[in-house]
């Protein structure tokens, strides 16, 4: 029998198996294991949450394999990682170590200003950001097994993760009222892969599992993007920079998944303690906006 390991659909797959989950942001493998008993479908090992990296400064890059490893080793639920964007030397590393997950991730210092990585060569499956459709189906194209929004990680403000969102879902809904004589067209105006623009014409959705992500720090946040129409939820700063972690997890968890219960949202939001410190986007200056990175 034919392996299928590492095949398009098994990636794929895979990353359907998160939908209607949460996966978090941990540091260490006492954080991982916190995640895990909160009810974290996943957890991203780094070693700082995006809000650290932003106010640090410097260059940041893959995380020590070693600690990746120990995280691996403290829990049972899948184990993500970051590289640089085009930094393949940094996926060859992650994969050669175990993790199934790889997010080449803007949250990182870009290692390249011009290409991405090809994801296509790797038996462990991506997930890449993005801010609109076109930015979507590039990195599906490129091999990308799961989409998230970018947001502006490491702020607690989730406005720009509704707007991309917004924007993804709402060119969706945009190519599907168009004929299909039209679709070439919008395929050059995306710089999309035709094909890939048929497949969001034919289906009303992307190929691939659609994630949330980026300033996302209450149940209500996380409930927010899930009655948009995503189908998941990543929470980096927003859990380990509050007051209670343990307890804002659970929450965020259970959010997730009663996200069209308002008595449950309302009952889960209670005496969570203080949650991180956000940061107004609109006080940013550009070059400390992590959204704009890649294309």
């Known amino acids: 029998m034919t392996s299928q390991t590492g095949s398009p659909r098994v990636k794929e797959g895979f990353a359907e198996m998160f939908k209607g989950g949460v996966i978090m942001d941990v540091v260490t493998a006492d954080q991982a294991r916190i995640a895990e008993a909160a009810g974290a479908t996943a957890v991203m090992a780094l070693e700082r949450v995006p809000a650290d990296i932003r106010q640090d400064g410097g260059v940041a890059r893959m995380s020590d394999p070693s600690m990746i490893k120990e995280i691996i080793a403290a829990v049972s639920i ?19 170590i175990g993790v199934d997950f790889i997010d080449e991730s803007e949250v990182l210092t870009p290692a390249d200003e011009q290409f991405h990585i090809l994801k296509d060569g790797f038996t462990v499956p991506f997930v890449c950001g993005a801010k609109n459709l076109g930015e979507a189906l590039r990195r599906v194209g490129e091999g990308a097994s799961m989409i998230r929004t970018k947001g502006e990680a490491g702020t607690g403000n989730v406005i720009e993760a509704v707007r991309h969102a917004r924007t993804v879902l709402g060119d969706i809904r945009a190519i599907q009222s168009r004929p299909a004589e039209e679709l070439m067209t919008v395929a050059r105006d995306l710089q999309a892969p035709y094909e890939l623009v048929k497949y969001v014409h034919e289906h009303g959705k992307l190929p691939v599992v659609n994630f949330a992500a ?12 899930m009655q948009l129409g995503l189908d998941g939820v990543f929470v980096g700063s927003g859990i380990f920079k509050s007051a209670n972690p343990e307890r804002r997890a659970q929450a965020i968890v259970k959010a997730v998944t009663h996200y069209q219960n308002p ?18 986007i609109d006080e940013l200056i550009p070059e400390e906006r992590l959204a704009t990175r890649g294309w």
């Open 78 to 96: 899948p184990v993500m990682a970051k590289v640089r964007i085009g930094h393949f030397v940094e996926a060859q590393i992650l994969q050669a």
């Open 214 to 225: 980026g300033g996302i720090a209450t149940p209500a946040d996380a409930a927010l993007m």
């Open 263 to 280: 008595d449950i949202l309302a009952e889960v939001s209670e005496d969570l303690g203080a949650p991180m410190t956000g940061i107004n």
